[in-house]
Nanobody
Framework: QVQLVESGGGSVQAGGSLRLSCAAAGYTYSCMAWFRQAPGKEREGVARIVTGGGNTVYADAVKGRFTISQDNAKNTLYLQMNSLKPEDTAMYYC???????????????????WGQGTQVTVSS
């Protein structure tokens, strides 16, 4: 059974840090990512990782502040978020794909499996 369960969200002041986790079960996923969706906005890709080789790509808005990583032994995906800004406030989702990462990984259609999300709120 496919299961992606996020945790680690919360409320933090601007400049603070949070680490999100995504416990994955069901398949061996070749590509995993973090997305976010703010109220009234489309869901957007934040970062993705090739689970086999560790290659990572980030959205411009989070480069240098966020780090995506994985622990294959624990089947867990992480997103370390530093220097958080109020505009980072959103519901954050874990996404997974059995096939290879596509060039347009930042679109919802590129991923088949999704978690339920964890809320991140950054206050100024």
């Amino acid at each position: 059974q496919v299961q992606l369960v996020e945790s680690g969200g919360g409320s933090v002041q601007a400049g603070g840090s949070l680490r999100l986790s995504c416990a994955a079960a069901g398949y061996t996923y070749s590509c995993m990512a973090w997305f976010r969706q703010a109220p009234g906005k489309e869901r957007e890709g934040v970062a993705r990782i090739v689970t086999g080789g560790g290659n990572t790509v980030y959205a411009d808005a989070v480069k240098g502040r966020f780090t995506i990583s994985q622990d294959n032994a624990k089947n867990t995906l992480y997103l370390q978020m530093n220097s958080l800004k109020p505009e980072d406030t959103a519901m954050y989702y874990c996404a997974a794909q059995r096939g290879y990462c596509s060039g347009n990984w930042y679109t919802e259609a590129s991923f088949t499996y999704w978690g339920q999300g964890t809320q991140v709120t950054v206050s100024s």
